[in-house]
Nanobody
Framework: QVQLVESGGGLVQAGGSQRLSCAAS????????MAWFRQAPGKGRQFVAL????????TVSNSVKGRFAISRDNAKNTVYLQMNNLKPEDTAVYYC????????????????WGQGTQVTVST
């Protein structure tokens, strides 16, 4: 049974930093590309970042480029999202996702999802 469990969300002031973690179980973690998506109230799920199975390749969305970074530790079955210089518009529920297929920017490319963790950025 595949499980993805996010942690690290919470309330942070604008300009601050936060690191999200997503721990995976029930999968051969190194065989999966991983991604982070986010969903703000009343909006659709938005791609944030993805990372290849080995961690050698990453892509982040233009809206967070230069502020967010994705990384993974295959020994710990965990993927991370380091978020710096946070802005109020980054407020959303953040989800991690896993796929054994070709990863992409669409949520349909991913087979497994975590339950999400709320990030709220105050002014």
């Amino acid at each position: 049974q595949v499980q993805l469990v996010e942690s690290g969300g919470g309330l942070v002031q604008a300009g601050g930093s936060q690191r999200l973690s997503c721990a995976a179980s029930g999968v051969t973690f190194s065989s999966y590309s991983m991604a982070w998506f986010r969903q703000a109230p009343g909006k659709g799920r938005q791609f944030v970042a993805l990372i290849s199975q080995s961690g050698g390749a990453t892509t982040v969305s233009n809206s967070v480029k230069g502020r967010f970074a994705i990384s993974r530790d295959n020994a710990k079955n965990t993927v991370y999202l380091q978020m710096n210089n946070l802005k109020p518009e980054d407020t959303a529920v953040y989800y991690c996702a896993a796929t054994a297929r070709e990863p992409g920017f669409s949520s349909s490319a991913y087979d497994y999802w975590g339950q999400g963790t709320q990030v709220t950025v105050s002014t």
